[in-house]
């Protein structure tokens, strides 16, 4: 199956050094929470970008999902702060 | 008759007032949002995210011409770094009634601050800060719900 | 920054929002309204009380400046014999805040409708009708009271 | 002590066939209500114009009042449709 395609942005991007990057595939049972969990562990700009949960939000292939959405089989997750747009 | 453009130029809102009063409604309403200059601002740089931006806008605008009878919509979105006192957002409606346009011009920048994929960071002549969401912000997008 | 205009002759709204961008708000919003040509209408004739009409247009507007914090507010209302597709009204507010601009920007047009003294005649090929007020119009404006 | 002006605005204007004229001050208890049924006690335009007092709005001295205000020392007295304007 293909990788899964990460993308950030604002201060997620900037803490992280990077504005995209492909993983593998998490398990099938993954959920956006626990994938951001998986990657903060790797300590670092990941660590300090996702401390904080309750401040991202995500969108799984273009659309915003709550963070207990199931990855399934989304080709890109997009991880970011809330938006400010307008 | 519904236009959205996301783009680093600047835009002219007597080009898309005078198409929105071409499209036989009653009334117009636009809604044009300019940076502010406020605590020594430089400048304000805006992020978005291309592949989800267009799109969302779209849906979002989709969604006022669902609520609402309009004869058209123009969304304009800026990105990149504008300085104080340049348009940053144009939101125009057209529509028979004048309840129609005013309100769905609100709802869509209501929209557009809590639903478009758009980020700010302010830049000072010292250092530079992220915009906070605004809990305001997301209470008014979250009023218009049905 | 408060202007109120009443006259036969056209305007250009696009001056108007470029005087409501340059007045330092983060905010312009905007109506404009426009005779429509409906059931073949050949021409509205306006007809106003020209010794009360702008001295009540400032009050309303005084009134909006009292509610919201605005930093400028254009009206302009025209009168006299308009055809299809021309402009009647225009309303312009700049706030520091987008729900104040929109908020202040209905609210006037609202009490335009059913507080300023003017009269609407309709011109059609074979004859001419007084438009009759809206109970919505007014029922709009007193929804504005405190 | 002066006479009082009378405005009339659309189809008040039509109906009575002038647009403004001058009457002798009414008494110092007549309402806008009390004048207003006087007149149409005049007949032909003005019976028609003041026929439903219901359809009638008015001002005094270029502010809207109820029917039932005093006249009293008011210089001007407009009578019209409700407005429609904006």
Known sequence: MADLTLV?????????????????????????????AALAARGGGYAEAFARPDRLRAALDQHFVPMDSPIGDAKELAIFPPVTGG | MN??????EDFDPAVELAALEA????????????VRGEGGLVALELEHYPAMTMAQVERIVAEASDRWPLLGVRVIHRFGRLEPGERIVFVGTASRHRTA???????????????????????????TE???????????AESWKR
């Open chain 1, 8 to 36: 950030y942005f604002a201060w997620v991007r900037e803490a992280i050094g990077r504005d995209e990057e492909r993983v593998e595939r998490p398990a099938a049972d993954a959920t956006v929470a626990t994938l951001i």
């Open chain 2, 3 to 8: 236009r959205v453009s996301i783009q680093a």
């Open chain 2, 23 to 34: 499209s036989g409604g009653g009334g117009v309403a636009s809604f044009t949002g300019i």
């Open chain 2, 101 to 127: 346009a005013l309100e769905a011009c609100a709802f869509l920048i209501d929209w557009l601050k809590s639903r478009a994929p758009f980020w700010k960071k302010e830049h000072f002549a010292d250092r």
């Open chain 2, 130 to 140: 992220w915009v906070e969401a605004r809990v305001e912000d997301d209470a008014k």
